[in-house]
């Protein structure tokens, strides 16, 4: 771009390759231009102002028009020196915007004051020497950048830059209007008012008198797009992505504020701890949330606009920790909800089996001396399998993430729950038993909560008519009627899919009976609900 931009300084204005030039150095400085990315489409706008910039360039370019295209090049280039922050790239921009000043003063100025037979012994100095400078940046090492984002541009110091360059041409065009002075002369008088200026601007800017200065008043971390508010804000969002503690969150945002030039020291204290960075001042702001108290120190009292910035700071850091407080709060009830899960679902399982001893004890009671034998015989069968039931319940117990499972015959297994129900009005019918095995462990607890409910059930109503019955289908399927009410609607809604609350128990069985058919890989429904007529469906194609 530069130094296609040196050809047309030294081919002129009225060349024969004017246009051939003025287009290709356009068409580098779109590739370099340090605005738009280049990786997006431009809009329509974009594109209408680059289409005009051509056009001004191409059929009304002049030495006026090349000083204040020069001066917008050397304004970009030096914006870009302040706001980088990689050493190794500002010297490629020192180069470049040096050579654009070299170029504005020693050769387009003197064309624009007509001063040229003074200078024409720099005119090699600028055919020959200045290339060099552009060249230069070629050897210079530049680490590359792939974040995708576009190019940082400090739009103050660009607009400063710009105006400073303006004000060189300009100056050095009414100094000579005023006076028959040499080139040099003007220049000299152009630039030593321009510095004085300069050192005026920089003491109002960072006094040391106690006035505030123009730097709080015109700071350019006050929501300008691309300036360090903004990179901050990132910074703060991707310190959240990667602590997970609220404390150490906290800890480490506290140093990005620190970082900001106007803050000496911070002082904070939140639920989770406190503490204090930096250097304590008189110049204090203290900003206070539910739980998040923060207290910033300055070197000088903080203009209005500021304070509102500092407010910003204060409620986007407290927004963040908050999330880091409900993500920890989350993370501790997801926990505490599968203990409690796994405690209540074993409650039921361990409620099932005192259910199946009681059948048991009550069958002991009742039978006659003459059924000794039988009595004894069906201890006998049942009493091994409780004890393995209640064995396993206790290794869920001790390792409630290792889930077993037992395959039983389903005759054997269905003949073992009508000898346990043997003392109570259930029906058992069974006009096909499919040959093969079931997970007993997994039917025992569904089956015994479908007929302990149904039992309840018949304490009010006992006309209630209770029947288990194994159905002939592709599979296996079990299905538990009752002849009593239908459930409310809202409840038979709501069935298998929450804890629902009951009178007569945890209200959590049918629930957790649900869940426990779902991943051993059965399904469990209400596949009825009238009156006289609600039927539970177990079943696994």
């Not at 209770?466 to 409310?488: L, N, Q, S, Y």
């Amino acid at each position: 771009m530069l130094l296609s931009l040196h050809a047309i300084l030294i081919a002129g204005v009225n060349s024969t390759f004017q246009t051939a030039l003025v287009i290709s150095h356009f068409g580098f400085f779109l590739l370099w231009q340090p605005v738009w990315r280049t990786q997006e489409k431009p809009s329509v706008p974009a594109l209408a102002l680059l289409s005009a910039g051509v056009v001004v360039m191409v059929f009304f370019l002049s030495w006026w028009l090349l000083a204040f295209w020069i001066s917008v090049l050397f304004a970009l280039l030096g914006g870009r020196i302040f706001s980088t922050q990689a050493k190794s790239a500002r010297l490629g921009y020192l180069l470049a915007a040096g050579y654009m000043l070299a170029c504005l003063l020693m050769w387009v100025v003197p064309k624009l004051l007509h001063n040229t037979t003074e200078l024409a012994a720099a005119r090699l100095v600028v055919i020959y020497c200045l290339p060099l400078m552009p060249l230069g940046i070629l050897f210079t090492r530049i680490a590359k950048a792939d974040s995708g984002q576009p190019p940082i541009l400090d739009f103050f110091y660009t607009l400063l830059l710009l105006l400073l360059a303006i004000i060189l041409v300009l100056g050095a065009f009414a100094v000579q209007a005023s006076s028959e002075a040499m080139y040099a002369e003007i220049i000299f008088e152009t630039l030593l008012g321009l510095a004085a200026a300069l050192v005026v601007i920089s003491w109002l800017w960072n006094p040391r008198s106690g006035f505030v200065g123009i730097g709080h008043l015109l700071s350019r971390y006050l929501l300008s797009v691309g300036l360090p508010f903004e990179q901050w804000v990132k910074s703060i969002a991707e310190l959240a992505d990667k602590e997970s503690s609220p404390q150490e969150f906290t800890n480490k945002a506290m140093q990005e504020v620190l970082a900001l030039p106007w803050v000496s020291g911070v002082t904070w204290g939140t639920a989770d701890g406190a503490g204090t960075i930096g250097n304590q001042t008189q110049h204090l702001s203290n900003l206070d949330f539910q739980e998040f108290h923060i207290s910033i120190h300055t070197d000088a009292p903080l203009t209005p606009a500021l304070t509102i910035h500092l407010k910003l700071l204060g409620q986007i850091l407290n927004e963040f920790y908050e999330a880091k407080r409900r993500e920890e709060t989350l993370k501790q009830n997801v926990y505490m909800q599968a203990i409690y899960e796994t405690g209540s679902r074993l409650t039921h399982d361990i409620k099932n089996l005192v259910q199946s001893m009681s059948a048991l004890c009550n069958a002991a009671e009742h039978t006659p001396e003459a059924d000794n034998d039988r009595l004894l015989a069906l201890l006998r069968r049942q009493l091994p399998l409780l004890n393995q039931r209640l064995a396993r319940t206790l290794e869920k117990l001790q390792e409630p993430q290792k889930e077993t499972t037992q395959q039983t015959p389903a005759l054997e297994w269905w003949n073992a729950l009508k000898e346990r129900y043997i003392q109570h009005k259930v029906m058992f019918v069974a006009n096909e038993i499919p040959a093969f095995e079931v997970d007993a462990e997994l039917l025992d607890s569904v089956l015994e909560n479908l007929l302990q409910n149904a039992l309840e059930k018949s304490k009010s109503d006992t006309s209630i008519t209770i029947k288990a019955e194994i159905v002939a289908e592709d599979g296996f399927c079990v299905e538990v009627t009752d002849t009593g009410k239908a459930m409310p609607s809202n409840i038979a809604e709501q069935l298998f899919k929450k804890q629902i609350g009951s009178e007569n128990g945890l209200g959590v069985g049918l629930y957790h009976a649900g869940r426990q058919a779902e991943q051993s890989g059965y399904t469990l429904t209400l596949a009825e609900n009238l009156n006289g007529g609600v039927k539970f469906r177990i079943y696994r194609r």
